[in-house]
């Protein structure tokens, strides 16, 4: 293969790797945004939709019930770990970092007892190849990004246009005036818990026919969610979605170049330079 | 009506309140004034349920605010101003105005009658507040708790670094409020503009009310003036 085939396989691979990414990590970045609290349990609620995505595989409605029902159960498990957990230690940063430790353990003990320690694979719903001049590439990781991309949008547009959205966006910039203004903080930080494990849990489910559910698979999840929240600037989702693309880009001309685990040890590199040179982030504090 | 009775309210073991007790009526201006921490910000935080009292009630117009939450005290038509007037600087003016829009429900019609209060804003509802100068800011704080359309408004230092045109603009702001039969209870350092437009002025120390007054027999009691506020005249 040439080597434009190469670097158009590379960015091509490399913007599906955002997108995803950018999925996964945006609930992350919201609930730190506007609930001040570092969800360590936030990749188990990737993995728990994957295995989610899973189940429903193997029933007679098959994969696509799952891209519903996965957000939604994991997000009303979130809901209650907010309520029944977080909620009680009044959001304070150090126990909640603890809290979720043990909320990550206790999810992933239990679908280790429940679904056990196998890699189980899923047949994609849809199956057709793209040719280009150089190779064939998977239509289904085209339809995993087009779908991330308008759920990234549909978030957008939440934030943005909704009176949820201002209310997200106010209690983030100022709890104590936010109530001063009839929000409910408790509840806008119950529903943000809720949505952001739910967008980790539909990016789960989207993966699976790519990765295969696995009870760890939250872990590098989690990282990579870390990586691209700091590079980003904690609390900004736009910072956040361009840190995703950055990494997916850098992931796949990498990755193809050269080797995965290179590409690995530059996204880590990269933050950790990004983070010497501007201590918040590219894209600092902002109000989305 | 506001009513405040016997409050006592702690900062960890610090009693920051001790015994506070203010009527308001509609209509009237009432001017907290007393020394860096003697409890100004504190009495107007607990009327909002920000800083819950240990002991003592609050009510409006007969209806009791003590131990509701934070969030359901603005909606019994309390509106606030805060000090260092802490607008959502990354949301435009026109989304912090919404943000009192919403809690009334009032729309458009709400809207207006305070950006005819405050015109400068109305040409900048679409831009950052936080970029506004000091003086906007203090506009959008004061129009975004209007917004709510209170019965009675909780100023704390509006006119903290507010330039002596825009102080005198505010001050029309409280008068016109009191036309509308809003009750104002403002607090207060700069001692002058307290006596010109309170109608009752009240004496906080050390957490505790000293003295209550008109205005006019404050400024002719020179011992009181020095030995609360430190003021000689």
Known sequence: ?288 | MLTVDGLHCYYGEAHVLKDVSLRLSPGEILCLLGRNGAGKTTTLRAIMGLVPPRSGRIALDGRELTGLRPHDIPRCGIGYVPQGRRIFPFLTVGENLKMGLLLKGSGDAGLAWVLDLFPPLRGRLGQRAGTLSGGEQQMLATARALCTEPKVLLMDEPSEGLMPALIRRLLDTIRALKVRQVGVLLVEQKIDLALRVADRVVLLENGSVRYESTPEALASNPEVLLRYLGVRR
């Open chain 1, 1 to 288: 293969m040439s080597f434009e085939g190469h670097l158009f396989l590379a960015l091509l691979e490399g913007t599906v790797t955002g997108f995803v990414l950018a999925l996964t990590a945006l609930g992350l970045s919201l609930v730190f945004g506007v609930m001040r609290i570092v969800n360590v349990a936030h990749g188990e609620f990737f993995m728990l939709g994957a295995v989610i995505a899973w189940y429903f595989s193997t029933l007679p409605g098959g994969f696509l019930p799952a891209l519903v029902a996965a957000p939604l159960l994991v997000g009303a498990a979130a809901f209650l770990a907010d309520r029944l957990v977080l909620r009680r230690l009044e959001y304070k940063p150090e126990s909640t970092i603890v809290a979720t430790i043990g909320l990550l353990y206790i999810i992933q003990q239990l679908v280790l007892t429940v679904y056990g320690p196998y890699a189980r694979p899923v047949a994609a719903p849809v199956y057709f190849r793209l040719d280009f001049p150089w190779f064939g590439y998977s239509g289904y990781k085209l339809v995993v990004a087009g779908v991330s991309a308008a759920l990234l949008g549909a978030t957008w547009l939440v934030m943005s246009r909704t009176t949820l959205g201002l209310y997200m966006r106010a209690t983030q910039q100022d709890r104590e005036m936010a109530q001063a203004f009839g929000v409910s903080v408790d509840r806008v930080y119950a529903l943000v818990f809720a949505l952001g494990a739910g967008l980790a849990a539909m990016a789960g489910a989207l993966v699976v026919p790519i990765q295969q559910a696995h009870y760890l698979m939250g872990l590098d999840a989690l990282l990579m969610s870390f990586i691209v929240v700091i590079l980003g600037g904690l609390g900004s989702l736009g910072g956040t979605v361009a840190a995703a693309f950055l990494i997916g880009v850098s992931d796949g001309l990498v990755s193809v170049f050269f080797s995965p685990t290179l590409a690995k040890i530059v996204a880590t590199l990269l933050v950790a330079l990004v983070l010497v040179l501007r201590t918040g982030g590219l894209f600092g504090e902002e109000g989305t």
